[in-house]
C-alpha cells in the first residue's frame, strides 16, 4: 500500500516536473522555477530511498505474541525532570529549565516516556529530582517514578536498575544544575559499563558538548540534536562552525569525530548519520512546531533502538540497526505531526501528537 502511495507521489512529482516544463516554454523561465524543478527530481529519489529504509524499520518491529512475558518488548528509562527550584533560578543564568520555566521540569519526561509505552514498551521508568516525582507520578499513573536524580546516592540508585533495563533516554526536562549533571555523569558511565544504549537528547547534549569524551566511540549511542544543540556540539567537537550550506557532511563529520556515535540533526528535514551511512528522513509532517516533539522523539528511539539491536543486522539489511531505529523514530514522529495536524490545526500540541501514535505506527509500519 505504501508502495502504491510511494509510486503515485512520483507521478505526482512527474507531473509537477511536466507542468514546470510546460511553464518553461510559455514563459521565460524565472530562476525559481528551475530550481522547483531540480527539487522536485531530488524528492522522487528520496521518496523511493524512504520507502526502502522504512521497510527496514518494519523488519525490526517484534510480532505481538500472547507467549512472551511482560517486559520482553522494552523496559525503557527515562532520565530527566528536575524541580522548579527558586534556589537554582538566580545562578542559572543560562539555564534551559529558566527559559520555559515550569514546562520542561516535568512535562518533558512525561512525554519521553508515555511516548516509549505507546509505542510498544512493556514499562517505562523516570528517573527525576524529588521535587519533580509527584507531579510527573499524577500526569500518568502509567509510569513508575523513581525521585533519586538530586539523591548523593543516584548513581547507585538508577545503576540497581540498569540490569533490568533495554535502554535509556537522558536529558528530557534535565536542566543544567551541577549537581544533576553530575548523577548523569555517573549513571551514562554505569549504562556504558553494562553495554546498554543510550539516547540523548536536551540538556543531556549540553552535557555532552562540555564532556564529549563521555560518548566518544559507545556505539549504542544516539545523539538526537536540534539546529542549536548540533551547531553547539560541532563547535565542541570540531572547533569549528558548522557549514550551513553543507548539512548531510556536517552530520558526518560530527558522527565520525565521536567515533561514529550516530547523530540524527532534527529539522525541516532530519539528517541521520553514523560516520558511514547519511539517511534523510523528510516523511511529511507540518508546518507546526510544538514544544515537546522532540520529547516524542527520543521516547520512540528508545523503544525502537532496543528492536533493532534485538533483532540484528540480518534485519536490517546489513544497515546499522541504530540507523534504522532511527529512522523509524523520525518517520514515526513526523508521521504523529501530520495526523494532529490534520485534526487541530494551529492548535496541535504533544498531546494531540502522541494520542496519534498507534494510527501513526499502524499506518507507517503495519502496512
Ligand atoms: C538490501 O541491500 C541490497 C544490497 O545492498 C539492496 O539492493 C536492496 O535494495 C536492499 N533492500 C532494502 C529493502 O533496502
Ligand atoms: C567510522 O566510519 C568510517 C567510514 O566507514 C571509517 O573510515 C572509520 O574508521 C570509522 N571510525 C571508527 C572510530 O570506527
Excluded at 200 to 225: C, E, M, R, S
Excluded at 263 to 288: F, Y
Amino acid at each position: 500500500m505504501v508502495t502504491r502511495a510511494g509510486a503515485g507521489a512520483a507521478v505526482a512529482a512527474t507531473a509537477v516536473v511536466a507542468l514546470l516544463s510546460a511553464a518553461l516554454a510559455l514563459y521565460r523561465p524565472p530562476l525559481d522555477a528551475v530550481l522547483e524543478r531540480a527539487f522536485s527530481l531530488r524528492k522522487v529519489h528520496s521518496i523511493k530511498d524512504m520507502e526502502n529504509t522504512l521497510q527496514l524499520v518494519r523488519n525490526i518491529i517484534p510480532p505481538l505474541s500472547s507467549t512472551k512475558h511482560k517486559g520482553q518488548d522494552g523496559r525503557i528509562g527515562v532520565v530527566g525532570g528536575c524541580q522548579e527550584s527558586l534556589r537554582s533560578a538566580p545562578y542559572l543564568e543560562h539555564s534551559h529549565c529558566r527559559e520555559t520555566a515550569g514546562i520542561t521540569y516535568t512535562g518533558a519526561p512525561y512525554f519521553a516516556a508515555i511516548s516509549a509505552l505507546k509505542v510498544g514498551a512493556d514499562l517505562s521508568h523516570v528517573f527525576c529530582a524529588s521535587a519533580a516525582a509527584p507531579v510527573i507520578k499524577a500526569y500518568s499513573p502509567e509510569l513508575i517514578v523513581h525521585p533519586v536524580l538530586d539523591s548523593p546516592s543516584a548513581v547507585d540508585e538508577v545503576e540497581k536498575w540498569l540490569p533490568r533495563l533495554h535502554a535509556l533516554v537522558v536529558g528530557p526536562g534535565l536542566g543544567r544544575d551541577d549537581v544533576l549533571l553530575r548523577n548523569v555523569q555517573g549513571i551514562l558511565e554505569a549504562s556504558k559499563a553494562r553495554d546498554i544504549p543510550v539516547v540523548i537528547d536536551a540538556d543531556g547534549l549540553w552535557l555532552v558538548a562540555q564532556q564529549p569524551a563521555l560518548i566518544q566511540g559507545y556505539q549504542k549511542a544516539v545523539l538526537t540534536p536540534n539546529h542549536m544543540e548540533f551547531s553547539r556540539l560541532y563547535d565542541a567537537v570540531l572547533r569549528g562552525p558548522v557549514d550551513s550550506d553543507d548539512r548531510h557532511g556536517s552530520v558526518l563529520r560530527l558522527s565520525q569525530a565521536l567515533g561514529n556515535v550516530t547523530v540524527v540533526q532534527k529539522g525541516e528535514r532530519d539528517i541521520l548519520s553514523n560516520g558511514q551511512q547519511v539517511l534523510v528522513c523528510s516523511q511529511e509532517g507540518s508546518s507546526r512546531r510544538c514544544g515537546g516533539q522532540g520529547d516524542l522523539l527520543s521516547g520512540s528511539l528508545g523503544v525502537l533502538v532496543h528492536w533493532a539491536l534485538l533483532a540484528g543486522p540480518e534485519k536490517t539489511n546489513g544497515s546499522s540497526p541504530l540507523l534504522v531505529a532511527a529512522f523509524g523514530a523520525c518517520s514515526l514522529t513526523r508521521q504523529c505531526n501530520h495526523q494532529a495536524f490534520q485534526k487541530h490545526g494551529r492548535s496541535t500540541t504533544t498531546s494531540d501528537m502522541i494520542a496519534e501514535v498507534g494510527a501513526a505506527f499502524r499506518k507507517l509500519f503495519e502496512t
